[in-house]
């Protein structure tokens, strides 16, 4: 269920942006449609999911129409704002979001377009978990107007899926590959690396097992310790060893040597991708600082400048709607150097990087030290740009801290 709420400024009980904001109608706009639904919660999660036992009043089967609410809520919002525009890219995130019915989810997504639009050639991205997925499930998402699946493999080794406490049938993640690639969708795989018990060996079984999936996405997240989950605890207690700083880097270096050798390319410090045009647009569209609307428990939005996120249990967020009122739970309006500081932190991860010219002027004498360290690309240096080397993206921290202290 994550941690506890940030306070901020209040939201308006109609959801309305502060006094002044106004919309670009140039700039992109993306979609979030948060599914807080899970049937076990992995030991590792800080995520705002629920299971049936959490759920405290909150229903499965009418979530697609409180969730709708909110979309029309926010019609009314952004018209005020300035207007409405077609929606780039659409996540459905979770949570699971193929615990739903495919027919739900296609609901949701026909409420986004019935409402915004979608902007030609709109990437359409449904988050699975392997077990859920079938040909019929793969065909009526496609058959929507979806157009990606990434499904949550995290491991091929069954003791990392232990330690992880991921249920899922390891054997289920080429079937659910399968009935994506059949239904016509893109596909992208998400994997862990530093469970507790993992080797180099079992990671790279890991990835190779990936790759000869031939998906093309391939995601790989070091597991970070979150406060409050139930690995913290064990950890805690000594009943598992915490993630090692140097195995992490290990296979980190092993999985970029792997996954470019298959043809895939970093494009973000996680992400690779077989051609840009299988990059995650919509995970671009957040590092790129565009605008976008998190809709469900818990989620978070950025439009015009404006953040703000919503209440956690799904039971709230229900009856927030159902009165008639924003499930907002408080906002935010960084100032003009919050905002800088977070466009180096986000765009220094990415491939196509962080131009100089956004630094503060006594910090862009701090590129020389870091090319001259082996965190930087000279050449791309050389035209204007801080990309990292993979050097640089195991200190990636590092970098931010010498770009912006």
């Not at 962080?354 to 000279?378: F, M, W, Y």
Request: with cysteine; hydrophobic share 40%.
């Amino acid at each position: 269920m994550g941690g506890p709420l940030l306070d901020g400024d209040p939201v308006p009980a109609d959801g309305a942006l502060p006094p002044g904001v106004t919309i670009d109608p140039a700039a992109d706009f993306s979609v979030y449609l948060h599914v807080p639904f899970c049937r076990v919660r992995c030991g590792y999660c800080d995520f705002n999911t629920y299971t049936a036992t959490e759920l405290r009043g909150a229903r499965q089967d009418t979530y697609a129409d409180t969730l709708l609410h909110e979309v029309a809520l926010s019609r009314d919002v952004l018209t005020r704002a300035g207007g409405l525009r077609p929606a780039s890219t659409v996540f459905f995130g979770g949570g699971t979001p193929t615990l739903l019915p495919a027919g739900d989810l296609a609901r949701m997504l026909n409420g986004v377009r019935d409402t915004f639009g979608l902007a030609d050639g709109a990437e359409i991205t449904v988050e699975a978990n392997p077990d859920t997925v079938t040909d019929a499930v793969a065909e009526e998402l496609a058959a929507a107007g979806v157009t990606r699946m990434s499904i949550g493999m995290q491991s091929a080794v069954p003791h990392v899926l232990a330690a992880l406490e991921r249920t899922h049938d390891p054997a289920n993640v080429a079937t659910a590959v399968a009935s994506a690639r059949r239904a016509g969708l893109d596909v992208s795989v998400d994997l862990i690396y530093g469970a507790p018990g993992e080797s180099v060996s079992d990671w790279r079984r890991s990835v190779e097992t990936a790759i000869a999936l031939d998906p093309d996405h391939i995601s790989a997240y070091a597991l970070i310790i979150e406060d409050g989950t139930k690995l913290a605890r064990q950890i805690r207690r000594g009943e598992v060893p915490a993630p090692d700083d140097d195995l992490q880097a290990d296979m980190y270096e092993l999985a970029d040597a792997l996954l470019g050798a298959a043809g895939y390319d970093w494009y973000e410090i996680s992400n690779f991708a077989r051609g840009a045009e299988h990059r995650s647009r919509h995970n671009l569209a957040y590092w790129r600082g565009t605008d976008w609307w998190g809709y469900g428990p818990g989620a978070h939005s950025h439009v015009a400048g404006v953040r703000w996120w919503n209440v956690k249990h799904p039971a709230a967020y229900a009856q927030r709607l159902a009165a008639g009122t924003s499930p907002a739970h408080a906002s935010e309006t960084p100032d003009a150097e919050a905002t800088r500081l977070e466009r180096v932190l986000l765009l220094s991860r990415i491939r196509e990087g962080l131009a100089v010219s956004e630094l503060a002027d006594d910090r862009r004498a701090a590129v020389a030290g870091l090319i001259a360290d082996g965190l930087v690309e000279p050449t791309d240096a050389l035209r204007g740009c801080v990309v990292l080397t993979l050097r640089g993206r195991l200190l990636a921290d590092a970098v931010v801290r010498a770009l912006t202290d």
